[in-house]
C-alpha cells in the first residue's frame, strides 16, 4: 500500500511558477513510476506528466510541454511537478499517481495509487 500526499497548490498569477510536491509512505518508492494529473471544473481528469522508477525517463502532455517539469527524489520519497509559465488554463486540481510497472502510462486506470489533490489557481 502506497499513501500520497500532496503539497504546494495555490494562487498565482499568469506567468508565475509554482511547484508541486508528492510525499509517498512506504519503503518501496523506488519501485514505483509516478505520474501527475490534473482536473478541471467540469472536464475530465486529464494525464500532466510521468516519471519512471530511476527517473531516467520523463514524459509530458503537450499543453505543458517546456514549461513544466517532473523529477523525483527517492531518497525522500518525493516527486515534484515545477511549473512555469503558468496559464489561467491550468487552473485545476493536481493528483499525484503511482504505479508498479515501470512504465509511465497516461490513462488513469494504469495507476494503482492516488493522492487528495492540491488546487492550483492561475489568475489572468
Known amino acids: 500500500q502506497v499513501q500520497l500526499i500532496e503539497s504546494g497548490g495555490g494562487l498565482v498569477q499568469a506567468g508565475g511558477s509554482l511547484r508541486l510536491s508528492c510525499a509517498a509512505s512506504?519503503?518501496?518508492?523506488?519501485?514505483?513510476?509516478m505520474g501527475w494529473f490534473r482536473q478541471a471544473p467540469g472536464k475530465e481528469r486529464e494525464f500532466v506528466a510521468g516519471?519512471?522508477?530511476?527517473?531516467?525517463?520523463?514524459y509530458y502532455a503537450d499543453p505543458v510541454k517546456g514549461r513544466f517539469s517532473i523529477s523525483r527524489y527517492n531518497a525522500k520519497n518525493t516527486v515534484y511537478l515545477q511549473m512555469n509559465s503558468l496559464k489561467p488554463e491550468d487552473t485545476a486540481v493536481y493528483y499525484c499517481?503511482?504505479?508498479?510497472?515501470?512504465?509511465?502510462?497516461?490513462?488513469?486506470?494504469?495507476?494503482?495509487?492516488w493522492g487528495q489533490g492540491t488546487q492550483v489557481t492561475v489568475s489572468s
Open positions: 499517481a503511482a504505479r508498479s510497472l515501470d512504465y509511465v502510462g497516461g490513462r488513469l486506470d494504469e495507476y494503482d495509487y
Open positions: 516519471i519512471s522508477w530511476s527517473g531516467g525517463s520523463t
Open positions: 512506504g519503503r518501496t518508492f523506488s519501485s514505483y513510476t
